[in-house]
Nanobody, 119 residues
Framework: QVQLVESGGGLVQPGGSLKLSCTAS????????MSWYRQAPGKEREMVAQ???????NYADSVKGRFTISRDNIKNTVYLQMNSLKPEDTAMYYC?????????????WGQGTQVAVSS
C-alpha cells in the first residue's frame, strides 16, 4: 500500500507560478511511474504530466512549455512546477502512482490539492 500526500496548491494570479509536491510513503517509490492529473468542476479528470521510473516524461498539450514534472527518489517526492498559469488551469490536482507487478497494475491516488488561477 502506498499513501500519497499532495501539497502546494493555492490561489495565484494569471501569469503566476506554483509548485506542487506529492510525497509517497513506503520504500518502493522509485519503481513507480508518477503522474499529475487534474479535474475542473464539471469536467473529466485529465492527465497533466507523467514521469516514469527511469525519468522519461510527457505532458498534455495544454501545459507543454509551462509545466515541468520532476521527481526526487531520495525524498519519495514528485513535483509539478507550474509557470505562466492561466484561469483554465484552475482545478483539483491529483497525484497518481502506478506500477505493473506481473500482470497486475497497482495504482494509488492522492487526495488532491486545489489550484485556483484568478485575478
Amino acid at each position: 500500500q502506498v499513501q500519497l500526500v499532495e501539497s502546494g496548491g493555492g490561489l495565484v494570479q494569471p501569469g503566476g507560478s506554483l509548485k506542487l509536491s506529492c510525497t509517497a510513503s513506503g520504500s518502493t517509490f522509485s519503481t513507480f511511474s508518477m503522474s499529475w492529473y487534474r479535474q475542473a468542476p464539471g469536467k473529466e479528470r485529465e492527465m497533466v504530466a507523467q514521469i516514469t521510473s527511469t525519468g522519461g516524461s510527457n505532458y498534455a498539450d495544454s501545459v507543454k512549455g509551462r509545466f515541468t514534472i520532476s521527481r526526487d527518489n531520495i525524498k519519495n517526492t514528485v513535483y509539478l512546477q507550474m509557470n505562466s498559469l492561466k484561469p483554465e488551469d484552475t482545478a483539483m490536482y491529483y497525484c497518481y502512482a502506478v506500477r505493473i507487478v506481473g500482470i497486475t497494475e497497482l495504482g494509488y491516488w492522492g487526495q488532491g490539492t486545489q489550484v485556483a488561477v484568478s485575478s
